[in-house]
């Protein structure tokens, strides 16, 4: 016999062993403030609901105004660390939610 582990459905489901739920990173950081929390891919993945692929063809597509990461370190090689600011990935995603709310008016 198989053991299921239940899983909230608010916890960010991903691929990654390395994702953290966000929830939990805010609430053990109450006071932190969103334009200064920076987060990896896979919270990324699980925030804007799109595959690591689609997330950089929309980076590199102007119109898109999908958030740019930030350099984590000074490396110039493929595969350097990066991160992206929770705030301005928390606005572009209401800018669809009202992008689509102007459509559907």
Do not use: C
């Not at 993945?45 to 898109?64: E, H």
């Not at 350099?71 to 705030?87: C, F, H, I, N, T």
């Amino acid at each position: 016999m198989t053991h299921q582990t239940f899983k909230p459905a608010n916890s960010f489901e991903t691929h990654s062993p390395q994702a953290t739920d966000i929830n939990a990173r805010r609430a053990s950081h109450p006071a932190a403030d969103p334009s200064a929390i920076l987060i990896r891919m896979p919270e990324l993945i699980a925030i804007v609901g799109l595959a690591r692929p689609t997330i950089y063809k929309l980076m590199r597509q102007a119109d898109s105004e999908f958030p740019l990461p930030v350099k984590l370190s000074g490396s110039k090689a493929r595969g350097a660390p990066v991160a992206w600011v929770l705030d301005e990935v928390q606005s572009w995603v209401r800018a669809r939610i009202s992008a689509r709310n102007k459509v559907a008016a």
